[in-house]
Structures are given as C-alpha cells and as structure tokens.
C-alpha cells in the first residue's frame, strides 16, 4: 500500500486471490480479513470512503467464514452498513452511483449483521 499512488484494485485482487482454496491448504480467513480492513483504513486516510464500505464488507465475508468470532463479521457489516448510509446523506452521486444505491447497500450489510448476530444467539443458546 503505497499512499496516494495506491492502485484499489489491484490490492483488492491480490488479497482476494488469497481466499482460493487449494488442495490441503486452508484458507487463512483471519489474515485476509486483516488485510481488508487495512486497505479500508488506507481508503479512508485517502478519502476514499465507499471503497472503505466495500473494503470492510470484505472483511466481514471472511470473518464470516472463519467461524470463530460472529461479532467481528457483524461490526465489520454494521461499519460498512454506517459508511454506505453516510455517503448516500452527504453526495448525490458517486462515481456513477447514486445515493439509493447507497441505501440499499446500508441496509443490506445492517440486514446482514442482524442474520450473522441471531444466529450466533441462537447457536450459543442451544
């Protein structure tokens, strides 16, 4: 991550590339997911917010799949969730999205983070 020369995609592409299983070899899910929310932290020191969303959306997927602990994955949706509904009050239009847009991934990573945290609950309270 080299500041402001940061290329989004490419670092996007290569931590995802991570996540492809391979023949006895587990998929390092923490470690991805750390990686994702260090190229948001770099996004939002770049000013570049809705990346962050996507970044953080990122992170909860993995934290998701890792199992372990439900309430990173749901902090991370409900991060994103915040992002995405703060970008849709502040500007209209954002690289080509619009502000509904934006709503309807609020509220779909909010969605997100209630399932992850129900069924937490409910597993735990089994």
């Given at each position: ?31 991805v997911a750390q990686q994702f929310v260090q190229l ?87």
């Amino acid at each position: 991550m080299n500041g402001p020369s940061l290329n989004i995609h490419e670092e996007f592409k290569k931590i995802s590339e991570k996540l492809k299983k391979r023949m006895f070899r587990k998929v390092p899910f923490t470690q991805v997911a750390q990686q994702f929310v260090q190229l948001s932290l770099a996004m939002q020191r770049n000013g570049q917010t809705h990346y962050r969303a996507l970044c953080l959306l990122s992170a909860a997927e993995c934290e998701e799949q890792n199992e372990v602990s439900d309430v990173h994955a749901a902090y991370f949706f409900l991060s994103a969730g915040r992002i995405f509904c703060a970008t849709a009050l502040d500007e209209q239009e954002v690289y080509y999205f619009t502000s509904e847009e934006f709503i309807a991934e609020s509220i779909q990573a909010f969605s997100n983070a209630i399932d992850v945290l129900l069924l937490s609950f409910f597993l735990f309270s089994c």
